[in-house]
């Protein structure tokens, strides 16, 4: 019959894990003589200094070929989207309603076309953006010749938006049966509208029901033009004081005064028949004054 085994104390206990720690019989530290643990500890030390080099090296090379101002891969942007200010939104539509005869309706779409203007304020363009941009050309960057080692941005001033820029009428026509909307297209990061550098992208815009209620439509700058000298966009850190071209589009409402319009920006590289994205190309929206 097997013997049971001897139950041990905790003072042997103690004394065996110090003879483990130490033992003098054989000069070992925890199983190992010193100069093994030598070894030991060089071997470690040379795995991590090599991993860590590794590493480092890898990381280097991952951001030497970034581009800090754009990046790598854009498929899902081929062609911008489209936006309409006042943006006063429905369920799921952009729904332009004022009253003529209310000053809280008026001011609320003046408040709102305001305050996106800001940034194409005169003065505010004049200090940011002081290049002399050619027009009707692509204004291609291949170095940083700006401040603080930046590209040139062309300005874009809300005077350049004529009657619909605020500045002559502060209500936009939004007291009237005259109202401005303003177009902006989406920057996409060197994007070119066209193949030809004669042919600018311009703003079209067309009634889609209603048609006996608006008699007229104006476009500002003249024809709905975006300057080519906006293009490309290179990236908000590239270019910090690059601001959108804009188009301001007047219309004038009859009859019922209420209408449901498109405009799209046309050109040969811009796409607007999307299914899955509406706002592809072009903006629809909805338009009525009331009185």
């Given at each position: 019959?097997?013997?049971?085994?001897?139950?041990?104390?905790?003072?042997?206990?103690?004394?065996?894990?110090?003879?483990?720690?130490?033992?003098?019989?054989?000069?070992?530290?925890?199983?190992?003589?010193?100069?093994?643990?030598?070894?030991?500890?060089?071997?470690?030390?040379?795995?991590?200094?090599?991993?860590?080099?590794?590493?480092?090296?890898?990381?280097?090379?991952?951001?030497?070929?970034?581009?800090?101002?754009?990046?790598?891969?854009?498929?899902?942007?081929?062609?911008?989207?489209?936006?309409?200010?006042?943006?006063?939104?429905?369920?799921?539509?952009?729904?332009?309603?004022?009253?003529?005869?209310?000053?809280?309706?008026?001011?609320?779409?003046?408040?709102i076309l305001h305050k996106f203007l800001q940034p194409y304020n005169e003065t505010k363009q004049h200090e940011c953006n002081f290049y002399n941009c050619t027009r009707g050309k692509y204004f291609i960057q291949k170095t940083f010749a700006g401040p603080h080692h930046t590209k040139w941005s062309c300005p874009f001033t809300?005077?350049?938006?004529?009657?619909?820029?605020?500045?002559?009428?502060?209500?936009?026509?939004?007291?009237?049966?005259?109202?401005?909307?303003?177009?902006?297209?989406?920057?996409?990061?060197?994007?070119?509208?066209?193949?030809?550098?004669?042919?600018?992208?311009?703003?079209?815009?067309?009634?889609?029901?209603?048609?006996?209620?608006?008699?007229?439509?104006?476009?500002?700058?003249?024809?709905?033009?975006?300057?080519?000298?906006?293009?490309?966009?290179?990236?908000?850190?590239?270019?910090?004081?690059?601001?959108?071209?804009?188009?301001?589009?007047?219309?004038?409402?009859?009859?019922?005064?209420?209408?449901?319009?498109?405009?799209?920006?046309?050109?040969?590289?811009?796409?607007?028949?999307?299914?899955?994205?509406?706002?592809?190309?072009?903006?629809?929206?909805?338009?009525?004054?009331?009185?």
């Amino acid at each position: 019959m097997a013997t049971l085994k001897e139950k041990r104390t905790c003072g042997q206990r103690c004394e065996d894990f110090g003879h483990f720690v130490w033992n003098s019989d054989n000069g070992t530290f925890m199983g190992r003589t010193p100069e093994k643990w030598v070894y030991i500890s060089l071997y470690y030390a040379a795995f991590y200094v090599v991993m860590t080099g590794l590493f480092s090296l890898a990381i280097w090379v991952l951001m030497y070929t970034l581009d800090p101002y754009a990046p790598d891969y854009q498929d899902r942007l081929k062609s911008p989207g489209v936006m309409a200010w006042p943006n006063t939104y429905g369920e799921e539509d952009i729904e332009i309603y004022y009253n003529t005869s209310d000053k809280s309706s008026m001011k609320k779409m003046s408040d709102i076309l305001h305050k996106f203007l800001q940034p194409y304020n005169e003065t505010k363009q004049h200090e940011c953006n002081f290049y002399n941009c050619t027009r009707g050309k692509y204004f291609i960057q291949k170095t940083f010749a700006g401040p603080h080692h930046t590209k040139w941005s062309c300005p874009f001033t809300q005077s350049m938006l004529g009657p619909c820029s605020g500045l002559e009428d502060p209500t936009f026509g939004y007291n009237s049966t005259m109202p401005c909307v303003v177009i902006k297209m989406n920057r996409i990061i060197n994007f070119l509208p066209s193949n030809h550098t004669e042919l600018p992208p311009y703003v079209n815009c067309t009634v889609l029901e209603g048609h006996n209620n608006v008699e007229n439509i104006e476009y500002f700058p003249e024809r709905g033009v975006m300057d080519l000298s906006y293009f490309p966009y290179y990236g908000n850190l590239a270019q910090p004081t690059y601001v959108n071209p804009l188009v301001a589009v007047r219309f004038r409402l009859v009859r019922d005064r209420k209408a449901k319009l498109q405009c799209r920006v046309v050109s040969d590289k811009i796409t607007y028949q999307h299914y899955h994205d509406p706002y592809e190309g072009k903006v629809i929206f909805y338009l009525q004054a009331v009185h």
